[in-house]
Nanobody, 124 residues
Framework: QVQLVESGGGLVQAGDSLRLSCAAS????????VGWFRQAPGKEREFVQA????????YYADSVKGRFTISRDNAKNTVYLQMNTLKPEDPTVYYC?????????????????WGQGTQVTVSS
């Protein structure tokens, strides 16, 4: 079993940067692909980025290309999401999740464990 806790959210201005962290517990974390998702009020949760267990491959949504970067430190059981040039239209709650296999890295149903989310608010 994997438990995930996100942190690093906050209130920033458009164009600012934030780095989110996803701290995990569980022996299998270092061998698991991890994804970041986000959700705006009243909308479906959407894929942001994913990183394989050893960091050799990453996947991203077109909406964050060139702005967001995912990375991980397995020695610290932590995955990061560096977000640059934040926009007011970027959705507000960010979640990390552990991939359970059997589906696309961009699909929410492919992930079996989720954190509680961290709030990101971008003012214009």
């Amino acid at each position: 079993q994997v438990q995930l806790v996100e942190s690093g959210g906050g209130l920033v201005q458009a164009g600012d940067s934030l780095r989110l962290s996803c701290a995990a517990s569980g022996r299998t974390f270092s061998s698991t692909t991890v994804g970041w998702f986000r959700q705006a009020p009243g909308k479906e949760r959407e894929f942001v980025q994913a990183i394989t267990w050893n960091g050799d491959r990453t996947y991203y949504a077109d909406s964050v290309k060139g702005r967001f970067t995912i990375s991980r430190d397995n020695a610290k059981n932590t995955v990061y999401l560096q977000m640059n040039t934040l926009k007011p239209e970027d959705p507000t709650v960010y979640y990390c999740a552990a991939y359970r296999g059997g589906g696309s890295y961009s699909g929410t149903s492919s992930y079996g464990y989720w954190g509680q989310g961290t709030q990101v608010t971008v003012s214009s």
